[in-house]
């Protein structure tokens, strides 16, 4: 049982990581690691924004893309 509650909290911090590093809200995409396991970590990767140029994921906050240094036109 304990192993069970270890592996869950570890998609937790994963999908955190994750869904952070996209620009997404840490702590809620630790909640959806921890409370849906793999599949919160999954939505985790469809955080982020589509590069228009290499259609590559990146992050929200993102101002250049890091892959084809595509400049975003600030939204604001
Ligand atoms: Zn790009």
Redesign the pocket.
């Known amino acids: 049982m304990g192993v069970v509650v270890f592996i869950w909290i570890l998609f937790g911090i994963a999908a955190g990581l994750v869904g952070s590093s996209r620009g997404g809200n840490g702590c809620l995409y630790f909640l959806a690691g921890f409370l849906l396991g793999p599949i919160g970590l999954i939505t985790a990767f469809f955080e982020g924004k589509r ?1 228009p ?2 259609q ?1 994921k990146i992050s929200n906050n993102a101002m250049v ?1 890091p ?2 240094s ?1 400049e975003f036109k600030s939204e604001n």
């Open positions: 590069c140029r290499c590559k893309c892959y084809c595509y």
